[in-house]
């Protein structure tokens, strides 16, 4: 990433566009932290291994029932085949044409196995749907083309927390989900901890995570919602539980000051352009979520008027830095050794659309706001301060 960084502008935006994906995944598996990748068959969380063990016996079943079918198939092809010389029908079998013993067997075995494989499938999707009193609540909300958090720590309905793309839990502690869509049907999908869960305008949908250990847990949307659908991907962060406090602690500590003059201008420049989409906590108000336009007038730190967000329209970047990732997880945000990637910022800025397929005129995805390379900078030197 350093060299990339070094590549002019437009070279690196082709190199985004083009390579965007494959970027990711080596950047995912180069990370000093275990990162678990989209497989289904390595589980590694409690409902992911309620999963398996499901899978396992129907498996073994499926395949005994399989190669049974098959010998016998290729024993009465062989047995009753048409020999040379022989006349049609000749050597043909008995015909078991109303059989009734035979036909109520062949019946009854499949239906009687169906019903046993029934009711394991019962048991775990009730297994699957505990709650647990100790839980984490977190409303996963997908959009058109990223995934929002909202964490209710205190259980009084409002979010303490708002995140995306990357949502943080702690290891070994139940994660109670309430999946919900703004726009299309998306799905989503973790499957190191748990099966794929829709998300649905108009209803919610619950889930539970519980991630074994620290680590990274790879996700990907796996309903097709439109031109981005492949650049929607997500990833669950487990830590440790006093790292998890301490990330709490941050997370809900205001945001940092702008500890450069540059920075203080990109403040300025992030309210008049970017505030309308975008929070960031203490700064902007949060209004009703509503497509009708900012909602009401609000004081900032400085006392002067600034814009009232919708909710939700955009990712919450009171602590940008804090992820790995932006803009549905696909691009980072930290060279290696821990540095903001600035330039994968810029570029953001500066065409957004070169970087990931959008149609903002309709909603979906950041517009081009044609901004002159020193707002950008501004910009860019202020976002960095927000971790
Ligand atoms: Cu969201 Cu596919």
Redesign the pocket.
């Known amino acids: 990433m350093n060299l990339l960084s070094r590549l002019p502008a437009p070279v690196r935006r082709t190199v985004h566009g083009v390579v965007g994906v494959a970027l990711v995944a080596a950047l995912a598996s180069c990370g000093n932290q275990d990162t678990y990748p989209l497989t289904t068959l390595s589980p590694k969380g409690q409902q992911a291994d309620t999963i398996h063990t499901l899978v396992k016996p129907i498996f073994i079943i499926a395949g005994v029932v399989f190669v049974v079918v098959q010998v016998v198939i290729v024993v009465i092809v062989i047995k009753f085949r048409r020999r040379r010389g022989e006349e049609h029908g000749e050597n043909d079998p008995v015909q078991i044409h109303g059989n009734t013993p035979l036909e109520l067997t062949w019946t009854a075995l499949p239906a009687i196995l169906l019903a046993g494989l029934a009711v394991l499938n019962v048991q775990t999707i009730f297994k699957l749907e505990q709650r647990v009193p100790d839980a984490i609540h977190v409303d996963v909300y997908?959009?058109?083309?990223w995934w929002e958090y909202r964490y209710d720590l205190d259980s009084d309905g409002q979010p303490d927390i708002i995140t995306a793309n990357q949502m943080v839990v702690p290891a070994g502690r139940q994660v109670e989900l309430n999946i919900r869509s703004r726009d299309?049907?998306?799905?989503f999908w973790i499957p190191a901890l748990n099966g794929k869960m829709d998300?649905s305008p108009g209803s919610t949908h619950f889930m539970a995570i519980n991630a074994n250990k620290p680590g990274i847990y790879e996700g990907q949307?796996?309903?097709?919602?439109?031109l981005s659908?492949?650049y929607?991907r997500m990833e669950v962060k487990a830590l440790t539980p006093a790292d998890y406090d301490q990330w709490v602690t941050d997370q809900t500590a205001s945001p940092a000051e702008p500890g450069n003059k540059l920075a203080e201008e990109g403040r300025t420049a992030f309210l008049s352009q970017c505030a309308y989409c975008h929070q960031v906590n203490g700064l902007t108000a949060e209004g009703e979520y509503s497509d009708a336009g900012p909602v009401a007038d609000y004081k900032g730190l400085d006392g002067k008027a600034v814009p009232t967000v919708r909710p939700g329209v955009a990712p919450n970047l009171t602590h940008l830095m804090s992820r790995e990732r932006f803009s549905g997880n696909m691009f980072p945000l930290h060279y290696e050794d821990g540095k903001p990637d600035e330039g994968n910022l810029k570029d953001w800025l500066t065409d957004p659309k070169a970087m990931k397929p959008m149609m903002p005129d309709n909603q979906q995805g950041m517009p081009n706001l044609n901004l002159d390379p020193a707002t950008i900078d501004a910009l860019v030197a202020y976002l960095v301060t927000l971790n």
């Not at 949307?221 to 439109?226: I, K, L, M, N, R």
């Open positions: 997908g959009q058109q083309w299309v049907i998306h799905s998300a949307c796996t309903e097709f919602c439109g659908h492949g929607m």
